[in-house]
DNA sequence: CCAAAAGTGTTCTCCATACACCCATGC
DNA sequence: GCATGGGTGTATGGAGAACACTTTTGG
């Protein structure tokens, strides 16, 4: 069946922006720009879409691409496609977020991008194109989504202490936890595996470690439990 | 400056999922497909971006085009793009979703359309493309997005009772609310106005007349309170 | 023994839920 | 006067929030 359709068409592209826990810091990653338009710019990893690929495929490529990483998880997040938001012309891009364990990977620029390193929220540069709206709209769904869903657990190690857990939550709603409270409410969710090590190298009492357990969770949601924090 | 991509570009559209309120039960709105592929088949509306126009003016003059309505609430929802839902060739559609106030509407079947009809979610056709995916998403989104936005009133009338404000929440997130907890909880969050005015032309004891208003939802969220059903 | 973080319970308040009867109106 | 939906209050249980001290370990 041909395809009848031979009016003009924008460009498609996916963007990516990628979270990452440094302690109790929430960071995103970036990549210098090389090439016009916004040569030496910040900008979020990405590029064009491929004919044949599916656009989760193409963000995962794109961000291995430029960054030398593969992400933990990965969410569809918004398409926009203002007509002028790339000088070259008509471009609609597909914006996806994504985490992951900092500390399992090492990032190296790419291809496209002069230089990839991580920024704090608070200390973010100056973006190309409309980078900076798709940046905070992808932080408040994490915010949003990070509250009910258990995703947050892909920016940590594969065990951690009760205490990160609870930082990493702090970070990314960007307020204080009771941590009694918060204790007693993600233990009685019954999710966690408690491992039988403790945290080591530390100077001071060690602490439990953890693990997420899908098996656990698949339980809990068949039994209509709500994940909440 | 040039663009300087210039491999194969896939097309891009936007579809829509209406819905609207008959009585007590939610409705979405289909056109019969006119042309190839799918000729005959029900569909959501929708079609192809023009070059200088934004995605969300692009959904709202296909819904124009081949329904006749306009929409009183329209929402992004998700971006299909797997290579292989369109037959004619690599087709990325921009979902959207919309509400409309049926009775003030009257729908028309448009140019790419046979004909436009609303369709209970009980009693679905088979739809064209990957449609069904999109219609249930949809639903979702608006599941979810219901209970903590005041997005509902865009159903019903500017003017509505209680009672009819509680049936619509019940349509869309499918169960029984209790009515005096409804009543308490909706009345308690201080967002609607009452009315002098009461129902006319009914069988038994006239109910009180309630409308929305923004102003004071504004007031609300501003002094940090949360909607939520 | 000191510094640093781990770990642990109780109280109070508020909100969600469950539940049944009288009232007003049109026919 | 009867059928139909409109409108109202209370009691109970469970969850969230506030809050401080003892324990363990390494240096």
């Known amino acids: 069946m041909p395809f009848t359709y031979d009016y003009p068409r924008p460009a498609v592209t996916v963007d990516c922006v990628v979270f990452g826990l440094d302690d109790g810091d929430l960071k995103v990653?970036?990549?210098?720009?090389?090439?016009?338009?916004?040569?030496?710019r910040w900008a979020l990893p990405g590029g064009f879409v491929n004919m044949d690929e599916t656009l989760d495929v193409a963000a995962r490529r794109e961000l291995k691409e430029e960054t030398g990483l593969s992400c933990d998880y990965l969410e569809q997040l918004f398409t926009f496609g203002e007509p002028g938001r790339d000088p070259r012309g008509r471009t609609?891009?597909?914006?996806?977020?994504?985490?992951?364990r900092r500390a399992e990977h090492r990032i190296q620029g790419g291809s496209d991008a002069k230089e990839a390193a991580w920024f704090s929220l608070h200390e973010l540069p100056s973006l190309a194109f409309d980078h900076d709206k798709i940046l905070e709209s992808a932080h408040k769904r994490l915010q949003g989504k990070v509250r009910y869903q258990p995703i947050g657990f892909n920016l940590l190690p594969l065990k951690f202490t009760l205490t990160e857990l609870q930082k990493m939550y702090e970070a990314i709603l960007d307020r204080p936890l009771d941590k009694r409270n918060f204790r007693k409410k993600i233990l009685s969710m019954g999710v966690l595996e408690r491992l039988t090590e403790s945290q080591e190298g530390v100077a001071h009492r060690a602490a439990r470690l953890y693990s997420f357990s899908k098996a656990k969770y698949a339980d809990v949601v068949e039994h209509g439990f709500n994940f909440e924090i």
């Open 29 to 40: 990653l970036l990549i210098q720009r090389a090439d016009k338009p916004f040569a030496g």
């Open 92 to 100: 609609i891009t597909v914006a996806y977020y994504a985490l992951i």
